[in-house]
């Protein structure tokens, strides 16, 4: 990384990354992760579909968390150790709140509608598991996050060969 990049671009590298590290970890395939910075700030993680409708509910709770846990493990954020606290750092934080609530729906299935609070237990669980996952890959998902800064685009195959895959 250069010093051109800005922390954002780094910041939001490494949640890539971490999400593609998870979906690795699951056994899922993916398609490519972009990231774009400019006026339309984008970034993502494309799973092949058909890969991904092979996952269980926790197993995308798992992956909607991987982002977050990244950036505390690459971002050596001291992590959070109960719901409340981890609740109260991602509603401080920008950009968040769109895997919070992907992993709280999914929650909600296994959780059931009706258990709000077994759904929000559940998901700290997996957020504390996703974080191990993360520190103990941190060097793969750290791989990715240079490539993905430096060539904006990776495919699927790209994405084997930096997380390991054979």
Known sequence: MNDSETIDERTIAYHE????????LQGCEVECAELT????????VKPVSASSA???DAQHVRISLAGIAAEFVLGKVPAPSTADALFDIV????GWEPDWDRAHHYALQVAG????EGADEFRFQHF????????????KAARVA????????????????????R
């Open 128 to 139: 504390r598991d996703v974080l191990a996952l993360q520190s103990l890959h941190r060097d």
């Open 113 to 116: 509608e009706e258990k709000n």
């Open 91 to 94: 509603f401080e934080s920008a």
């Open 54 to 56: 092979k996952l269980v």
């Open 17 to 24: 990354a971490g999400h593609a590290l998870q979906y690795f």
């Open 37 to 44: 910075m400019g006026e339309e700030n984008h970034a993502y």
């Open 146 to 165: 240079t490539h993905l800064l430096k060539q904006r685009r990776l495919t699927g195959e790209r994405l084997k060969s930096l997380l390991g895959a």
